[in-house]
T-cell receptor
Framework: GQQVMQIPQYQHVQEGEDFTTYCNSS?????IQWYKQRPGGHPVFLIQ?????EVKKQKRLTFQFGEAKKNSSLHITATQTTDVGTYFC?????????FGQGTRLTINP | GAVVSQHPSWVICKSGTSVKIECRSL??????MFWYRQFPKQSLMLMAT?????????EQGVEKDKFLINHASLTLSTLTVTSAHPEDSSFYIC?????????????FGPGTRLTVL
């Protein structure tokens, strides 16, 4: 079945450093979504990418969707303590949304 | 954005009892609702998909007789964990997809933390 792999599992950075998490699907996706979950909270929708090669920016966050629509990345520039949390990608297949394992980001102030 | 609520936000029950969790879309009609389970420090695992007025579709390995799902209206879905055991303790999250937002965007509820003693 459809699988979505996400790396790294954990990332610890100094405040101000950049951070990137990568997502790879075993199948071609109709779209990919990114979510952020703060400790103790629920996933919050960040963005959806639909087009091949699409790049979207939200302030310090840059999201990319691969040309083959099978991989994606989220890059945060100059992290801040408010960026702490777990970032999940979720790939939309034919029938359902499959979540990656998530990347837990911790930041040293 | 669209709002999805869940009730209760947390529940503690004794082993062998049943627990019902409600998921409501507050400002849109949810044609499809999804139920996920998340164990500590793990990802969200889809349990089942329910469409209003029809039987839920369960993922492989999820017991439909243990996790009863009812989607009686376009704004309400319920998950009942029957004869709960300690291994059922988890964070249960629903999401809803409907006419609001994009075609595939799902709006997540705040989750229900279940602890079975």
């Amino acid at each position: 079945g459809q699988q979505v792999m996400q790396i790294p599992q954990y990332q610890h950075v100094q405040e101000g450093e950049d951070f990137t998490t990568y997502c790879n699907s075993s199948t071609t996706l109709s779209n990919i979504q990114w979510y952020k979950q703060r400790p103790g909270g629920h996933p919050v929708f960040l963005i959806q990418l639909v087009k091949s090669g699409e790049v979207k920016k939200q302030k310090r966050l840059t999201f990319q969707f691969g040309e083959a629509k099978k991989n994606s990345s989220l890059h945060i520039t100059a992290t801040q303590t408010t960026d702490v949390g777990t970032y999940f990608c979720a790939g939309q297949g034919a029938q359902k949304l499959v979540f990656g394992q998530g990347t837990r980001l911790t930041i040293n102030p | 954005g669209a709002v999805v609520s869940q009730h209760p936000s947390w529940v503690i029950c004794k082993s062998g009892t049943s627990v019902k969790i409600e998921c409501r879309s507050l400002d849109f009609q949810a044609t499809t609702m999804f139920w996920y389970r998340q164990f500590p420090k793990q990802s969200l695992m889809l349990m089942a998909t329910s469409n209003e007025g029809s039987k839920a579709t369960y993922e492989q390995g999820v017991e439909k007789d243990k996790f009863l799902i009812n989607h009686a209206s376009l704004t309400l879905s319920t998950l009942t964990v029957t004869s709960a055991h300690p291994e059922d303790s988890s964070f249960y999250i629903c999401s809803a997809r409907g006419l609001a937002g994009g075609t595939h965007e799902q709006f997540f509820g705040p989750g229900t933390r279940l602890t079975v003693l």
